[in-house]
C-alpha cells in the first residue's frame, strides 16, 4: 500500500493538468538574453578600441623617442665634439631654412614617411630652433611628443648649454 500510493503520487504530479502556461516568457527571455549579449558585445569592442589606441600611441611614443635620440647623434648638426650640437648648424637648417639641400637631407636621413617637426631649445629658453618639414609649421591635434637632453654649443665649446630636443610626431595621412 505504501508503494502504490508513492506510484501513484508521482503520476498525478506529472499529468496535473491544473497549471497554465505563459506563451510570453519565451519571448521575454530571448529579448533579455540578446540585450545582455549586445552589452557585452560593446563593451568587449569598447574595450579593444582603447586597446588598440593606447599601443599605437605607445608605439608612436616610441618611434619619436628613436627619431629624438637619432637626432642628437646626427653628424651634421654636431659641434666641435661628438656630444655637442652646434647652433650654427642648427641656423642653417631651422625655419626658415637657409641650407635648403640640407634641410631636405634632414628629413630624408629620418624618414620620407613620417610627418615631425623637431625643437631645439635651451633650458633657459633663450634659444629656440624649430626644424619642420613645411616652411609653416601646421597644428594637429594628434600629435605624440618626445624628448631627449642634449648640449647645445652656442658659438664656441666654451659656451656650451643644456638644452632638450623635441620631436612632435604627427599623426600620420594614411591612417
Given amino acids: 500500500m505504501g508503494l502504490g500510493s508513492k506510484n501513484l503520487s508521482t503520476s498525478s504530479f506529472t499529468s496535473d493538468e491544473k497549471a497554465f502556461m505563459e506563451p510570453h516568457n519565451d519571448i521575454i527571455s530571448t529579448a533579455m538574453v540578446v540585450i545582455g549579449f549586445v552589452i557585452f558585445a560593446a563593451l568587449i569592442s569598447k574595450t579593444y578600441f582603447a586597446y588598440d589606441d ?72 633663450s634659444h629656440m630652433w624649430m626644424i619642420d618639414r613645411h616652411e609653416t609649421p601646421s597644428s594637429d591635434n594628434d600629435i605624440i611628443a618626445a624628448s631627449v637632453p642634449v648640449v647645445i654649443e652656442l658659438g664656441n665649446n666654451a659656451l656650451c648649454v643644456p638644452g632638450t630636443v623635441t620631436v612632435r610626431l604627427r599623426k600620420n595621412r594614411w591612417i
Avoid: C, K, W
Fill in 54 to 125: 593606447n599601443s599605437l600611441a605607445l608605439e608612436n611614443y616610441r618611434q619619436a623617442a628613436l627619431i629624438a635620440s637619432d637626432i642628437a647623434a646626427y653628424p651634421p648638426i654636431q659641434g666641435s665634439r661628438q656630444d655637442l650640437i652646434s647652433a650654427d648648424a642648427l641656423d642653417a637648417i631651422s625655419i626658415p631654412a637657409a641650407d635648403r639641400e640640407m634641410h631636405t637631407e634632414f628629413f630624408r636621413r629620418f624618414s620620407a614617411n613620417l610627418d615631425f617637426t623637431v625643437e631645439i631649445r635651451t633650458d633657459d629658453g
